[in-house]
């Protein structure tokens, strides 16, 4: 059966129907997936009842993996292999975190908009998302389409932000939070890194804001109107015609391309598991210079 694109009823994001992802990916299919990312940016694929391997096998047939860094996480807390993030709210014994862990309050600075490893000087190109368990209530993730809000930006702004570069670290995100108690080896591992405020994308050529929480400052600009200038931007981006909000259900794997889209998380009872399971595609470079 032909894999099956049906837009949903938002203009962000499709829903793919007649693909089983536990079946090998022919070369065709992929190149379709890809057409459709490059197109809608954010995929829905419903009832994919997937082991971590084929989760793992699907991923690699699109491109490289980026490394991920489970950030707080030590061994004895790995519940998947390394490769995965583990986006779940549970210990290596699969409890939830209690409500004062340090690794949970970290993991609460997913609630706000960002772009996955945009704190990576080689940011990540897709994300996929699969939910393995999921609480009774909340726990959405919703996207923002970063093409449409740059197409719904003034020309004079759009002149004003073409070559503006940012600063990124999660050091800025978790600060937004009141999350500052971070050891020096942290903060020597979220050292800022540079991203172009405007992208291009490759193969649309189509510009989208690169926006994320964790866009601290703009190269030349003093911080606290660097802060407010991104503030409003994204205040702008996220408005709800910009917005697709995913209600996850078991099974879901969900896959955005991070050049095009933020996404962030919604609050859910922090007692209850929910067990979400990421894989990372890397990006292709950097979007500018960086600085030693
Ligand atoms: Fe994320």
């Known amino acids: 059966m ?107 600075g997913n609630r706000l ?23 009774s209530k909340g726990g959405n993730t919703e996207f923002a389409h970063m093409v449409a809000a740059y197409d719904a930006l003034d020309a004079e702004t759009r002149a004003e932000i073409e070559d503006l570069i940012c600063e990124h670290s999660q050091i800025f995100s978790r600060q937004q939070l009141g999350f500052t108690d971070f050891t020096d080896e942290e903060r020597a591992r979220f050292t800022p890194v540079r991203q172009r405020l405007v992208r291009t994308h490759p193969v649309t050529g189509r510009k989208s804001l690169y926006l994320a929480s964790h866009a601290g400052g703009i190269v030349g600009w003093p911080v606290p109107e660097a802060r407010a200038f991104l503030r409003d931007l994204v205040e702008h981006a996220t408005q709800r ?32 598991p929910r067990d979400m399971r990421r894989t990372t595609l890397a990006g292709d470079g950097p979007t500018t210079a960086q600085v030693a």
């Open 113 to 135: 908009w960002h772009s996955d490893s945009s704190f990576k000087a080689v940011p990540a190109k897709y994300s996929l998302l699969r939910a393995v368990r999921i609480p």
């Open 2 to 108: 032909p894999v099956q694109f049906r837009v949903l009823t938002t203009h962000i994001g499709a829903e793919v129907e007649g693909i089983d992802l536990r079946e090998p990916l022919s070369s065709a299919q992929a190149e379709e997936i890809h057409a459709a990312m490059d197109r809608y940016a954010v995929l829905v694929f419903h009832d994919q009842p997937l082991t971590n391997e084929q989760h793992l096998a699907f991923t690699s047939v699109l491109g490289p993996l980026e490394n991920t860094a489970n950030i707080l996480r030590t061994a004895a807390d790995f519940r998947l292999p390394p490769v995965f993030a583990d986006v779940s709210n549970l210990d290596g014994r699969n409890q939830p975190y209690g409500a004062e862990d340090r690794r949970r309050l970290f993991a609460i």
């Open 241 to 272: 015609q910009f917005v697709y909000a995913h209600r996850w259900r078991v099974h879901d794997l969900v896959m955005w391309d991070n050049r095009q889209t933020m996404h962030r998380a919604r609050p859910f009872p922090a007692h209850e």
